[in-house]
């Protein structure tokens, strides 16, 4: 990580403290509240103040909680978000940062400007001069801020803010002290009072939002702190709370100081109410000079700290911006350029269309802020450990509120200030592929959630019949010779189930086994990525194939559901290893899980467009279970034409009977299978049901056939046997009757 900082001012809590509490009594305060409160009257100004720092307040519990966990460096809130959400992510924030503090800089240049109404007036009247455009108080104000800055850098602004935050405070106590209007004098106090016909309550608070969006400007000194731990947690909270209770008590007086119609129409309204007028626009140009002198102290740092993590794409660039002073790396090169964006907008001088697009980004930087600390509640991660704490549900409504209020202020604003953020992260990402992205903070959380689903889903009511879904375990020594057994769990557990696939390496556990374990396993995660696999796969050291399957069948699911099905797999042409299936069946049984086994042969699983299952009269406990598995397969996009056709052997008595059935089954439980796709076939004595699907099943991608326990007992490896002439064959014994509804 790059130093930011070379030498420190060395300053205490009182900069973070003074620079917040300026910027939010400011510009706002002194030329809009009055309408506010002109409008909505006092109650619906109170209620702007709580809407408003249901974003503000979180944003600044999210900051000393961030800021008392890690050392904080140059760059303020944009070294807070990169930090925490990675440079890609912090970048492209980070650039909508400094462009709304930069901007600011003219926002409150132009304000600064609507205080010398008074002097302009009085010249015209007086003299005739003709004194209309304020741009002639606003662009020389911009120069000489910016030269003096310049040349003294952030102790003389620390210095000067002292001065204009003690005028500030005076004008308010003169305000406070005032008698009120003439018509306002006689007036009592009344909560509800405003003008009929006023504006919307969200037109009005869009008007209004940015006198709460200074409480952040006093992290932007975080290189330049001595203990920033400390100074920003406790400047920024003091000055946010300081700011709401003040607010509260200005709707206060104006509400019970003035008409409605004198708050709306008069934006110095507060002059007319203070005990000394003049004070009121002087109290203005302070406040407004004040906040200036905040973003212009903030925003070069924002982008000192952007160049020295090297987010732009042009290396020069990046160096000429984070160039600083020998001694105190005081951006000079940054200050510059902030300059060259306040001028522009300085320029433009309409003082609401400044307002809506700071407050657009400002809104996104405090919901990536609120985002942050909402993360790291649910990240759990050791390293965090904040010695100030905020809660987690506080941090998600400011994150909410952020969002939410964005589009009621101005959705066309909304949308865009949004696209140009995506845009930039694209552009960064792109440009610079060693960044980190949202990794770092997201894997805690997906972590922590996964980690309360299992246990969730472990204490959870067992599944019954009528809600199974399968999960299934399948261990497999042939995993890079034959794919069929891997595609069937992938099938299997795209939508409906979970499926755990275990390559089987037989030996003993060693380093030298370990290090293969985990070079197949590379292998494995490479092959499911590519085929867009859901399986979760692992590999298995173990002395024989019973120890293997023993071992897996007492694995936990990482699914947090207790596995229920096995899946063994053989090649119909090479069946050297049915002797071991048949072995380990016992095994599996013990467990009490439903089996599969799977017959591969070079054929494969064809077109994927058939699937036949065959149900005997053996078949009752096995049928439900063969055709759920049928309908799971089908629904997986490379069996998108598939359909499932059923085959029914049954002695010539019982055909009418199990016809009603079957069709009853799939109507109730609604299977996507056609009356048309169900054949009964009359058994004959001198005809095995073999050879039957044999010659039924020749062209079927997969054929489904059902199996016993009791006959595996009796012949072995002999009832998989005969099934050469057909293609990937699914034997299938359920443990217990699965009901369709």
């Not at 910027?23 to 103040?49: C, D, E, K």
């Not at 600011?104 to 205080?115: C, H, L, N, Q, T």
């Not at 999960?471 to 795209?494: G, N, P, Q």
Request: proline content about 3%; charged content about 15%.
């Amino acid at each position: 990580m790059t130093n930011l900082i070379k030498a420190k001012a060395g300053f205490g809590t009182a900069p973070v403290f003074f620079t917040a509490i300026s910027t939010i009594l400011g510009a706002v305060m002194f030329l809009r509240f009055g309408y506010a409160v002109g409008s909505l009257g006092f109650l619906g100004t109170v209620v702007i103040v709580v809407i408003g720092h249901l974003v503000t307040i979180p944003t600044a519990m999210a900051i000393a909680e961030i800021a008392t966990n890690q050392k904080v460096e140059g760059g303020g809130e944009y070294f807070i978000i990169s930090r925490s959400f990675g440079f890609n992510v912090g970048g492209s924030i980070g650039i909508a940062l400094f462009l709304s503090q930069a901007i600011s800089v003219a926002f409150y240049i132009i304000a600064f400007g609507e205080a010398f109404d008074p002097v302009l007036n009085f010249l015209n009247q007086e003299y005739n001069w003709g004194l209309t455009d304020k741009r002639i108080i606003t662009l020389p104000a911009t120069f000489l801020l910016g030269a003096l800055i310049l040349v003294k850098g952030a102790d003389l602004g620390v210095k000067a803010l002292y001065g204009v935050v003690a005028i500030l405070f005076l004008s308010l106590i003169m305000f406070f002290s005032g008698p009120g209007t003439e018509s306002g004098a006689e007036l009592d106090f009344n909560a509800l009072r405003h003008i009929t016909g006023s504006d919307s309550f969200f037109y009005v608070f869009a008007i209004i939002f940015p006198a709460f969006t200074g409480m952040t400007a006093g992290v932007g000194l975080s290189g330049d702190l001595k203990d920033p731990k400390k100074s920003i947690p406790w400047g920024t909270l003091t000055a946010t709370f300081s700011g709401m209770i003040i607010y509260v008590f200005i709707a206060y007086k104006l509400t019970s100081s003035a008409t409605p119609q004198e708050l709306v129409e008069d934006q110095l309204i507060m002059s007319k109410i203070a005990i000394w007028g003049p004070i009121i626009p002087v109290g203005l140009a302070c406040a407004t000079i004040s906040s200036a002198l905040g973003s212009i102290l903030v925003a070069p740092r924002t982008l000192q700290a952007l160049s020295s993590d090297g987010i732009f794409p042009n290396d020069t660039l990046n160096r000429f911006l984070a160039k600083g002073k020998t001694q105190t790396n005081e951006p000079v090169n940054a200050t510059m350029v902030t300059l060259l964006f306040a001028i522009f907008f300085v320029s433009i001088g309409d003082v609401n269309f400044v307002a809506e697009i700071i407050s657009m980004f400002f809104m996104v930087t405090y919901g990536a802020i609120c985002s942050i600390s909402f993360l790291q509640h649910f990240a759990s991660d050791p390293s965090y450990r904040p010695s100030f704490r905020s809660q987690w549900y506080i941090s998600l409504i400011g994150a909410v509120m952020c969002i939410y209020l964005m589009f009621q202020m101005n959705a066309p604003y909304a949308f865009a200030s949004l696209f140009i953020m995506t845009v930039t992260y694209l552009g960064i990402t792109y440009s610079k592929k060693d960044k980190q992205g949202l990794v770092k903070i997201t894997q805690g959380v997906i972590f922590q959630f996964s980690r309360r689903l299992q246990v969730f889903l472990q204490k959870a009511e067992k599944e019954s019949i009528d809600n199974w879904r399968p999960t299934v375990i399948c261990i497999s020594k042939d995993t890079f010779e034959r794919l069929a057994a891997s595609e069937l769990m992938r099938w299997i557990s795209h939508k409906y189930g979970f499926g755990t696939y275990i390559h089987f390496i037989s030996g003993y556990f060693s380093r030298e086994s370990n290090q293969k374990a985990k070079d197949l396993l590379e292998r494995l995660i490479k092959a499911s990525d590519v085929s867009k696999s859901n399986v979760y796969v692992d590999t298995m050291i173990s002395p024989s194939y019973t120890t293997a399957v023993a071992q897996a069948l007492q694995l936990p699911s990482v699914s947090g559901k207790e596995s229920n099905m096995f899946l063994f797999e053989f090649s119909k042409h090479e069946p050297d290893n049915l002797k071991d299936i048949v072995e380990n069946i016992p095994l599996v049984n013990a467990a009490e899980f439903d089996i599969c086994i799977l017959g591969s042969c070079q054929k494969d699983f064809g077109y994927r467009r058939q699937i036949h299952i065959w149900i005997t009269s053996n078949d009752y406990q096995n049928a439900n279970l063969m055709i759920l598995l049928g309908y799971i397969i089908i629904g997986h996009p490379d069996w998108s034409s598939a359909q499932i056709k059923i085959f029914a052997v049954f002695p010539e008595q019982e055909i009418s009977e199990q016809k009603e059935k079957l069709l009853e089954l799939i109507k109730e439980g609604r299977l996507p299978i056609s009356v048309n796709n169900v054949e009964l076939i009359t058994q004959k004595e001198q005809v095995g049901v073999k050879e039957i699907i044999s010659k039924k099943s020749i062209d079927a991608d997969l054929t489904i056939v059902g199996m016993r326990e009791e006959a595996i007992k009796q012949k072995g490896k002999e009832i998989f046997m005969g099934y050469d002439t057909i293609g990937n064959t699914l034997f299938v014994n359920a443990q217990s009757h699965k009901s369709i509804k």
